[in-house]
């Protein structure tokens, strides 16, 4: 069945960095589109980044362009986000996501989505 797995979550000050991770099995990885989506406690989910099939495309909110990298690697079947300077607002819980048809921005309505890893950025 099809299965994301996100890890790498975890406690870091803020100003600091961390990568997080999202292993996918049970479906043609490299034909999705791969993002990013995260939820504040107590908010929606917000959208903030998209990578197209063969990783040549990134796309970012504008909220963390400049500090956070999405990247893919195809033959691991494997999803990253490099967080960096990171900010007490970016506290959540990150999930990985597949969409097969290109769209980008979506903050809910992918193909599947994982089940996510929470970040906190504290002091």
């Known amino acids: 069945q099809v299965q994301l797995v996100e890890s790498g979550g975890g406690l870091v000050q803020p100003g600091g960095s961390l990568r997080v991770s999202c292993a996918a099995s049970?479906?043609?990885?490299?034909?999705?589109?791969m993002s990013w989506v995260r939820q504040a406690p107590g908010k929606g989910l917000e959208w903030i980044a998209t990578?197209?099939?063969?990783?040549?495309?990134?796309y970012y909110a504008d909220s963390v362009k400049g500090r956070f990298t999405i990247s893919r690697d195809n033959a691991e079947n494997t999803l990253y986000l490099q967080m960096s300077s990171l900010k007490s607002g970016d506290t959540a819980v990150y999930y990985c996501?597949?969409?097969?048809?290109?769209?980008?921005?979506?903050?809910?309505?992918?193909?599947?989505r994982g089940q996510g890893t929470q970040v906190i950025v504290s002091s």
């Open positions: 049970g479906f043609t990885f490299r034909t999705y589109y």
């Open positions: 996501a597949a969409e097969r048809h290109g769209r980008v921005g979506l903050k809910d309505g992918y193909d599947y």
């Open positions: 990578i197209s099939t063969n990783g040549r495309n990134t």
